[in-house]
């Protein structure tokens, strides 16, 4: 399943380059929506919550109830979690949270299942060189992706891993990757980070991995 992508910042659709440089900006939000409408599930990012310098809490809440979405960015307690639902999201993607001094935050994980319904959590393992990166990809963890799946697999109804040494550069996925962590999950895994074109979503989609894809998208290499 192909899943477009919306990421917010400053009020604006945008798209970043391995989460820094900013290459493209769009005003017309409502053009996104209206294109994307079609789609089964929509992922939108609040990109200023998660680097922590405010949010774009009123557009969610605007495209959540237009389309099927799953948010994240910046959510990281039990109460955002919920927020975030009563905003209209399908989903909520939680990331940083997930780790603690360090270390995987099993037990939040845990808590987070028992309290909420776990269809409604979407796990991010987000990896530069290797290792997971958190708080908007500015901070750097001793945590390989693949363990971090293995060890919050009973908790989420899905995985979205993002290979942000690829992410924006439209060179594609590495597919080895991608396929050792579809091994190390029972849940639902979805792969983002330079995919580029329908080919690899062909690709993923055979290996059971559904593709979250941006700037293909709005550069016209993809049709949405």
Known sequence: MLIPS??????????????????LEFDDLQHWVDRF???????VI????????????????????QIPC?????????????????????RVILGSSLILQGAINV??????????????????????????????WQES??????????????????FLYTNIDTEGLLQGIPLDIVRELRHATSRRLIAA???RSQQEVDTLDSMGVDAVVGMAIYQNLMPA
């Open 141 to 158: 963890t001793p945590i390989q992706a693949a363990d971090m799946i293995r060890a919050l697999d009973p908790f989420c109804t899905a």
């Open 46 to 65: 609040d990109l200023d919550a998660a680097m922590g310098r405010g949010n774009n809490q009123n557009l969610v809440r605007e495209i959540a109830c």
């Open 193 to 195: 980070g330079g995919i």
């Open 107 to 136: 037990p939040f994980a845990r808590d987070l299942s028992a309290q909420l319904n776990p269809e409604k959590l979407v796990f991010a393992v987000d990896s530069r060189g290797g290792y997971v990166s958190i708080k908007g």
């Open 6 to 23: 919306i990421d917010l910042m400053e009020g604006k659709v945008v798209q970043l380059v391995q989460g820094s440089r900013k290459a």
């Open 37 to 43: 409408s079609k789609y089964p599930l929509v992922q």
């Open 70 to 90: 799953q948010v994240g960015g910046g959510i990281r307690s039990i109460d955002s979690v919920r927020a975030t639902l009563d905003l209209g999201a399908r």
